[in-house]
């Protein structure tokens, strides 16, 4: 696994429960290992927004941020958010609807006993990290 640059962003997995921060370091590999494997994203910047866990493509301004998080309110889940002024989860529900669990038009949802799918996932990722490409793409 990748060490942590940033401090508070190592503080705040530390702070999460175990099962929890273990699931969430899931997800935070996926992000790191995605964004090394897609063109054009290049560095990705691991930071803290509204408190939690957040990856930028703050050099190529290639994507929208993805962050991770869990809330005391539902102990057993934890999210990947993306933003809510995008089309991605919109996106996301018409490739893979009996893949992802949706919370609205910000997040994917898991339950800590889920088996992830890492490959919607990775797609996920892919397309978030590199939407302002393609958007610039489509013009």
Same mark, same amino acid.
């Given at each position: 696994?990748?060490?942590?640059?940033?401090?508070?962003?190592?503080?705040?997995?530390?702070?999460?429960?175990?099962?929890?921060?273990?699931?969430?370091?899931?997800?935070?590999?996926?992000?790191?290992?995605?964004?090394?494997?897609?063109?054009?994203?290049?560095?990705?910047?691991?930071?803290?927004?509204?408190?939690?866990?957040?990856?930028?493509?703050?050099?190529?301004?290639?994507?929208?941020?993805?962050?991770?998080?869990?809330?005391?309110?539902?102990?057993?889940?934890?999210?990947?958010?993306?933003?809510?002024?995008?089309?991605?989860?919109?996106?996301?529900?018409? @490739?893979?609807? =009996?893949? #992802? *669990? &949706?919370?609205?038009?910000? +997040?994917?949802?898991?339950?800590? $006993?889920?088996? @992830?799918?890492? =490959?919607? #996932? *990775? &797609?996920?990722?892919?397309? +978030?990290?590199?939407?302002?490409? $393609?958007?610039?793409?489509?013009?």
């Amino acid at each position: 696994m990748k060490a942590f640059e940033n401090e508070d962003v190592a503080e705040k997995f530390e702070a999460y429960p175990p099962a929890i921060r273990s699931r969430l370091l899931v997800l935070r590999s996926l992000i790191l290992e995605t964004a090394e494997n897609t063109d054009g994203v290049g560095p990705i910047e691991e930071t803290l927004k509204w408190g939690e866990p957040a990856y930028v493509t703050s050099q190529s301004k290639s994507g929208t941020t993805v962050r991770v998080g869990w809330k005391k309110a539902q102990p057993s889940r934890y999210a990947m958010y993306f933003h809510c002024r995008t089309s991605l989860i919109e996106t996301f529900r018409a @490739l893979f609807p =009996d893949e #992802l *669990r &949706f919370e609205g038009n910000r +997040a994917i949802v898991f339950d800590e $006993s889920d088996e @992830l799918p890492e =490959d919607a #996932l *990775r &797609f996920c990722i892919a397309a +978030a990290l590199t939407y302002h490409r $393609s958007k610039r793409a489509s013009r």
